[in-house]
């Protein structure tokens, strides 16, 4: 007696691996309805403050060198300079940041660095001060190769979807090389489908499944992991006063947010294609996935340099003995 096996149709798989998709979406909308719930002031300091402190302040004081011996990074020595809830009796406000005398010439402006603070700039510092001057003690600087970032400690999570999804960031490292690899594999299967057809067709197409699965996964436990490192919310586009400070991760964060869109997009065409073989789409799909290995191979490196700096500068620099 044989057994028969019951085998879905493939199309059932890939509905199944988007609602998986779906859930690890809702539980982070959950997530930052809560944070946002919990944000009861309206200047943050690692996100808004920080920043302004960090490209105006710390070219002169930071560090061992620190000129007057005041280092930035030194939260004592900063709230030393401040009176919580009161701009005019702190020091750093009333002598260094609004002097007359400091701002009166621009050519003897020493002080902030690149000239006087813009009004945003003041504005955000006096809000801070006015609201308490709070400084999170869990905050840090972090400088890595020159290039200088901030981020804080995420407010504890609350509720098991906001739980999950906190956790769910710590795995986005790893995550992101499935994509990657699958895509890039994938668009390599699809451009030489067009030479040989057959077989390639079918290897990209389950690549194609697999990389946007990874790619949705892999956007989401980013969103978690930019919460869990305090990076600005989703909300918070840089203005030209703070492109400078947030532009990397905003471009690698968006770019990224944009090829998993491009991924389910080619998806679906792939989808038509395959049930209409003699459809335009056949020709449309494997392009659009090839498009969208250039995209993703360009988040990789932006998500590299985040990490390590400029990865391929160092590489010729090693290659060239400098």
């Known amino acids: 007696m044989q057994l028969k096996t019951a085998v879905r149709p493939w199309y059932c798989e890939v509905w199944t691996l988007f609602a998986f998709a779906a859930l690890l979406l809702l539980s982070g909308a959950v997530r930052a309805q809560e944070s946002s719930a919990s944000d009861s002031q309206t200047v943050d300091f690692a996100t808004q403050v920080a920043p302004v402190l960090d490209r105006r302040c710390s070219g002169c004081h930071v560090g061992e060198r620190a000129k007057a011996g005041f280092d930035i990074l030194d939260r004592d020595a900063v709230l030393g300079y401040i009176e919580p809830g009161d701009v005019e009796d702190s020091v750093l406000w009333t002598d260094y940041l609004t002097a007359a005398d400091a701002h009166a010439d621009p050519k003897t402006t020493v002080m902030p660095m690149n000239g006087p603070l813009a009004i945003a700039e003041l504005d955000i510092v006096e809000t801070w001060i006015t609201e308490g001057a709070q400084w999170p003690e869990t905050f840090q600087f972090i400088s890595a190769q020159g290039i200088r970032t901030v981020y804080r400690e995420a407010p504890e999570a609350e509720g098991i979807m906001a739980r999950f999804f906190a956790f769910l960031g710590y795995f986005h490292p790893a ?148």
């Open 175 to 322: 995550i992101v090389h499935f994509p990657i690899a699958l895509v890039i594999f994938g668009a390599a299967a699809a451009a030489l489908s067009f030479l040989t057809g057959g077989r390639a067709v079918y290897v990209a197409f389950y690549c194609l499944i697999w990389g946007t699965l990874f790619s949705v996964v892999a956007a989401v436990t980013g969103w978690s992991l930019a919460a869990e490192k305090g990076y600005p919310a989703w909300t918070a586009i840089p203005t030209s006063e703070s492109i400078a400070s947030a532009s990397a991760v905003f471009r690698h964060r968006w770019l990224g947010f944009f090829s998993t869109i491009v991924s389910i997009v080619v998806l679906v065409l792939a989808v038509i294609a395959i049930r209409k073989p003699t459809s335009v789409y056949r020709h449309i799909w494997r392009i659009g996935f090839i498009v969208l290995a250039i995209i993703i191979s360009i988040v990789g490196h932006q998500g590299g340099e985040l990490v390590y700096g400029d990865i391929f500068g160092k590489a010729i620099e090693r290659l060239l003995g400098k």
